[in-house]
């Protein structure tokens, strides 16, 4: 059976719990409370050296860390990733965007706000996240606008990915009341089948 | 024919130049000096919404977006892309590893350093990026201890993508001296076929 390392309220874990969740697969889930510093003892270092959840272990106890390339993995040859060679090449651009102009902005202050509780001692960092995070949901914005997901108009590990942090951006101090077209998105995927709730304790 | 929108000094941009030439893939460059604004007109934001380099347009006039995108675009079905389920999915970890826990540290430092000029403005901004940008360092180091290469010791686009912000590292003020298996591994990746150096105006 997979065995998924994973924090309850991570975000980047709760793709890997929605994903499974879709695909109907039946996982192990190992609590690690990072805010115990349980993801860089040794023992969790030698399953990821970079200290990060998640992590999968696979049936033969290989182990792979980095939300999105758990996503790659558990949705390949599956509806959740195209066939067609440039709409997957379009699934990566998204899952890139992801982490490198969404998530340490949007995911980084809801840690700071709603995960730590430390909104007043972060206050200045938290000033420096807000222009290029809402830029993130600018760019989401412009592409929803026209499209009903992210990639070739269809639910994918894209949708999933951008919607791990987007959907509680508001946790994170982000206001989504002038993004009308990122909020019907949300609502479509919500509405998937076999979708759970971040706070699903699943 | 291809078409990339590239800036000559850019590691991002190189890793989809040094992949085409090993690829001996022809394709037209045209230059983007993101030091002047030119990706964020509204023309090559049509482009890229998100206003960043590199950006592969394909021949039928579609716009791919994010370097490590592009990396798995172009490498599938070739030799730089493994065929097996398990090893894409560690090569997708790398990827991931590099834009989250590499990039932002270490080309970054570059960034302010050798390509602005300005390292005494950004004294303090320097300073913290040390830490976690050592700590990436260390993750390969101590994979690279035990590996020839990042996955399945194969030279993949992991490669490609780790190499090219880290053979520069001491233009961002990291001192390699003290990480011999990264050093050997990028004599390993310079002594490729075809190989191209980052200051090669191709």
Not at 178 to 196: D, E, G, T
């Amino acid at each position: 059976m997979l065995r998924l390392y994973s924090f309850l309220p991570s975000g980047n874990c709760y793709k890997a719990r929605l994903l499974l969740a879709q695909l109907a697969i039946p996982y192990e889930r190992i609590e690690v409370n990072i805010l115990k510093g349980e993801s860089r003892t040794p023992e969790f270092l030698s399953k990821n050296p970079n200290g990060r959840i998640p992590v999968l272990e696979t049936e033969n106890g290989q182990f792979l860390a980095e939300s999105n390339a758990i996503l790659f993995y558990l949705s390949q040859g599956t509806e959740f990733f195209p066939q067609e060679p440039f709409a997957r090449a379009k699934v990566m651009e998204w899952l890139f965007f992801e982490q490198y102009s969404h998530e340490p902005y949007i995911a980084t202050s809801r840690y700071w706000i709603s995960i730590l509780g430390k909104e007043n001692a972060y206050r200045e960092a938290l000033q420096q996240k807000r222009e290029p995070g809402y830029a993130a949901l600018s760019v989401m914005e412009q592409h929803l606008t026209n499209h009903q997901f992210l990639v070739s108009d269809r639910y994918t590990i894209a949708d999933i990915s951008l919607f791990a942090y987007t959907h509680v951006a508001e946790e994170g101090g982000f206001n989504l009341a002038s993004f009308p077209a990122i909020q019907a998105w949300l609502q479509r995927v919500q509405a998937q089948p076999r979708y759970i709730s971040i706070r699903e304790n699943r």
